[in-house]
């Protein structure tokens, strides 16, 4: 199993980043997906799930109404579309296919 996370990066308060994971080696289309993070100091939250077609999307309640999960069965890839960034979404952010984890990937909002 191995996902590859990208997208992440510096951004400035109340920008946009778009993080992509591809995943590969399971059976990706009838796994519910999601992207948590992990702020330093703090245990690792949810911040978005969807199910495996897609109808089904949860978010958590920091991020909620500025980002967007998405998903293409097709390719193997989910997104999360982020959008108003503040400084304290700055965390290692993880895609995830229950048990299975990415390595993560580095967002931080600074100006």
């Known amino acids: 199993v191995q996902f590859v996370e990208s997208g992440g990066g510096l951004v400035q308060p109340g920008g946009s980043l778009r993080l992509s994971c591809a995943a590969s080696g399971f059976a990706f289309n009838v796994y519910i997906m999601s992207w948590y993070r992990q702020r330093p100091g703090e245990e690792r939250k949810l911040v978005a799930s969807?199910?495996?077609?897609?109808?089904?999307?949860n978010y958590g309640d920091s991020v909620q109404g500025r980002v967007s999960i998405s998903r293409d069965n097709t390719k193997n890839m989910i997104y999360l579309q982020m959008n108003g960034l503040k400084n304290e979404d700055t965390a290692v952010y993880y895609c995830a296919g229950l048990p299975y984890w990415g390595q993560g990937i580095q967002v931080t909002v600074s100006s």
């Open positions: 969807i199910s495996p077609s897609g109808d089904r999307i």
